[in-house]
């Protein structure tokens, strides 16, 4: 193929636009600012399950109180109601002995229900702890999160914006080629997945960094300036300038 020699120049400019568009897509997918939102959400998804544990072990052991404390008033009531038919003097001397017996059996036992109502008060005392550190490790978590995702917002949002304005340039370029050899060009950049030309610089391709060996020095130089030659390594159109050591 043959196209204007200065148009050949043009196709390094296109080059170095391809070239930072494919240095934005690569920054584009590996930001560190999108893994450090996945790191704060996975802390925080730590901290929202730490929340629900300690909810329900304060709710657990709400529902314990709240039977010991049935119990008791259990007790309590029996307790009373054997006592007033002590004292109501109609009881048997039998009864009374009876009654007696079992007023203490249930001394015992509301004294036990009471110990274990303290036991269960220290228990909900930690719980109730836990609970304020996960959530607070929790709301901690979330402001993480949402200052990552304003960071990773940010960086996304720079390289949009520079995106936008190399492939503006690149188009400008791109109109000032001609069809075919900007479809060649194309058809290269698609298969280097960058460029598809590189400039040929001290004999070497600045595509692939490979220097070009004496035959195919030769026939570069004996082409026609306005001859489209190619690496015969990468596939690149081989731009020539006054420093390509021809
Ligand atoms: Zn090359």
Redesign the pocket.
Known sequence: MKADHFEQQKLLALADEDVALTQLAHRKRTLPEVAAVEAAAESERTFAEAVVRAETEVRDLDREQKRLEADVDTVRQRAARDQSRIDSGAATAKEITSLQSELQSLARRQSDLEDQVLELMERRETADAALVAAQEGRASAVADRERAEQLRDDALADVADATARHEATRAEVAGGVSDPLLSLYDRIRTQTGTTGA?VLKARQ??????ELNGRELAAVRNADPHEVVR??????I?VRTAESGL
């Open positions: 590189a391709c600045q595509g692939c960094r490979i690496c015969e390594n990468c596939g690149r081989l």
